[in-house]
């Protein structure tokens, strides 16, 4: 059995260019030819896992993973009844319900606030950024956040709810450039901490708090990479929630990954070990939850921008690490190196996008979003 595993993996992955024990910085070395039958039984949580326990190493992760999804190797991997019942639970059961909202929090943007400072730009920006002008990882995330504030059309003295606002980068940036008073919720205790000290002395309040759970009137409404936890059975919740937030004339405005197909949950190597309970929407998921509620104003794809963001995040990452390992184990170094560099390659490889949405309520005005 190894043997004709390891020839039918080798096979396929031949089929995507990479070789194994090749020299091409795609190529990957397998330590233990274990791997060749766990990557074919569970290919997404397998790979992940087999690269932590180091079984393999690639030179280049981002550069493998991308070669593999435009070759589409993992829909030529079926999976076994372990993949078709961690689907079947999510079909079954509503992973993101108010009960385990605050599960990501605590398993991942609670894992430690020198991690995410050592990792992000200064303002602590934990989405994609925008390169269009920008030199340095810095210029690219606060040229996201103007670009947001410009879309969304902010004035002094407006009010902002922010559903799932991180540290606060977007809640300070609006609050200092442009005067508005801002309302952000997050499922994170540590960016609250954290986040409200960076936000004193400004019209900010960051609160630990279920987006579900929000009261209030606001002239904007928006959230910048939250659409990924809030889980497909929730959609149409989430959009009502907005709708009941929004005033008569506001705009709304999202910011999320996206999936080029509608799926019920991400693979399980992202929900066991970095986002549990997440999933991407899909561009008909997203507009049929608004639908009947909002008119769809701009849609713009961003996603190219994703790739250079999480390469300046690992490398970030990398340099920091002397530091950080003393906090973080070896293993969970190769897991965030995974993580990063995996996700680079869905975005390199154009399976994964960036959407950017500002909608509005039938009869108001058109805003000026187009700010590209």
């Known amino acids: ?51 932590m326990d180091g079984w393999w190493d690639c030179p280049a992760i981002d550069q493998f993973i991308t070669r593999a999804l435009i070759a589409r190797l993992d829909n030529k991997v079926l999976g076994n009844w372990r993949v078709n019942l961690h689907i079947l639970r999510a079909q079954l059961l509503n992973l993101q319900n108010v009960g385990r909202a605050f599960q990501v929090g605590q398993q991942h943007y609670d894992l430690g606030n020198d991690l995410y400072q050592a990792m992000l730009d200064k303002r602590l920006n934990y989405t994609c950024a925008y390169w269009k002008d920008a030199k340095d990882l810095d210029e690219a995330q606060e040229a996201k956040l103007e670009l947001v504030c410009r879309k969304i059309g902010l004035q002094p003295g407006m009010t902002v709810l922010e559903i799932g606002c991180g540290w606060g980068s977007f809640a300070k940036y609006a609050a200092e450039k442009y005067g508005v008073q801002v309302l952000g919720v997050t499922v994170s205790k540590e960016q609250v901490a954290l986040g409200m000290e960076l936000c004193h002395g400004l019209p900010v309040e960051l609160r630990l708090q279920d987006y579900r759970e929000v009261q209030g009137q606001f002239d904007r409404v928006i959230s910048i990479g939250v659409m990924e936890h809030v889980g497909y059975k929730n959609y149409p919740t989430y959009m009502e929630i907005v709708d009941r937030c929004l005033k008569p004339d506001g705009v709304g405005f999202i910011h999320t ?38 008119v769809m104003e701009d849609w713009h794809n961003i996603g190219p921008h994703y790739d250079p963001t999480l390469m300046a995040w690992q490398a970030n990452f990398e340099a920091a690490w002397p530091k950080l390992q003393a906090n973080y184990s070896e293993r969970f170094r190769r897991m965030w190196h995974y993580y990063l560099l995996s996700s680079a390659g869905g975005f390199r490889s154009r399976v994964q996008q960036l959407w950017q949405i500002v909608f509005t309520r039938p009869g108001s005005p058109q805003p000026d979003c187009r700010m590209v």
């Open 1 to 51: 059995m190894p043997n004709k595993t390891k020839s039918i993996l080798t096979a396929l992955l031949a089929e995507a260019g990479i070789q194994v024990n090749g020299s091409n910085p795609w190529d990957i070395t397998v330590h233990d030819d274990r791997f060749f039958t766990r990557v074919l039984q569970q290919p997404h949580l397998a790979l992940g896992e087999g690269y």
């Open 257 to 294: 990954i996206g999936g080029n197909i509608s799926v019920t949950l991400a693979d399980q190597f992202t929900t066991q070990y970095i986002f549990p309970n997440g999933m991407l929407p899909s561009i008909a998921q997203l507009a049929a939850a608004m639908e009947g509620l909002f």
